[in-house]
């Protein structure tokens, strides 16, 4: 492709934010796929809209799109940022949605630009940001990893409960903060720099945390409440991932329940005894465990047969699937989850592809 091109129309532009030092600023960066590959006009459409919220928001920004992905940068007030990430995060316009970085920044680098767009490499800038993105860690969620399996955590609830009150909201903190460090432990691990018992310690705290900051949590109207089953695959001892998805599902509308089943027996007797629309099996947030996937397709299936409910709809999740980007298929599920905060929208599209 020719070199850089920005559109021709002022769309992005904006008149340059105030650098208050009194407004904390933080960066996002996230890269995507198309669903289906946008027209010149298709493109300039989704950047005329998408500037003129960022430019309400105070969002600053830039987006690449070539060879039908995406890699966009934004900068803004924490709490812009998460409403605008929620909305992204949700646009089926694009699929294997990935943060890569998330920390707050002492300046803006787009302060004129709404959101700059451009379609071709070769822009020194573009190609700079976009390297250092895509191999810079997601600095925050790391030091939160650090600070969790401290012998002192307070700094951890510290940070969490700092980034709350600037995200203010749960699912952004989830997404953006909770299941990378999450992650990190598991990195963290796989490097030798911390043992298996630092890790389920570190996911407890994190898990401990959240509910602290979610008690006061509002519970969403929902049109038509599922009844969902959430646990753990049985024989997982990681259980942050699954307490994050009820969490998210409850806060989405949904009548949830969450079980501990230590066994394929114990899970299926629940599924015997009480009605669910839905079940969402979860690996561990932190390791990727892909020699469990066999495990978890035998489950499903035996699930599937036990159940009370014939058309019951399976959710399967973990770090497995979030790096792997695997299918439903693949473990006889109907939908796999990468973020608690898009359970609520795969159960809805699971759901509907049942019905
Ligand atoms: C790749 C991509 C990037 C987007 N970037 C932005 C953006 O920077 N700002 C924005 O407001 N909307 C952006 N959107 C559009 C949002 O996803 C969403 O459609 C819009 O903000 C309306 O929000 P709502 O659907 O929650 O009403 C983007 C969409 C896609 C597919």
Known sequence: MAGPRTTAHNAGTTRGHDQSAATPLMTLTYRSRAT?????????????????????????GMMVYNDDRFFQWLEGPPASIARIWSSISRDTRHADIEALSVHSAPTRLFANWSLKLTTGQGDPLIDDLTAAAMSSTNTAAERLAALVIATEPTEARLLLLAAHAEFRSISALTELLIEPAARCLGDLWADDDCGEYDVTLGLCRLQT??????????????????????????????????????????????????????????????????????????????????????????????????????????????RAFYDRRLSGATVHADATSTSAAHLPGDLARAHRAHA
Do not use: C, Y
């Open 36 to 60: 289906t590959p946008l027209s010149e006009s298709q493109l300039g459409d989704l950047q005329h809209s998408a500037a003129a919220r960022n430019r309400a928001e105070s969002i600053t």
């Open 209 to 318: 945390f959240l509910r602290e900051i979610a008690v006061d949590s509002v519970q969403q109207q929902h049109a038509h409440p599922l009844v969902v089953l959430v646990a753990p695959l049985p024989g997982e001892i990681h259980m942050l991932g699954a307490s994050l998805d009820a969490e998210a599902l409850w806060q989405a509308g949904h009548e949830t329940r969450i079980r501990f089943p230590s066994t394929e027996q114990a899970l299926k007797q629940i599924v015997a005894t009480d009605w669910f629309d839905a079940i969402d099996l979860s690996l561990s947030p932190a390791f990727t465990r892909e020699h469990r996937a066999d495990q978890m397709t035998h489950i499903i299936d035996a699930v599937r047969r036990a159940s009370m409910n014939p058309s019951l709809v399976v959710i399967a999740g973990g």
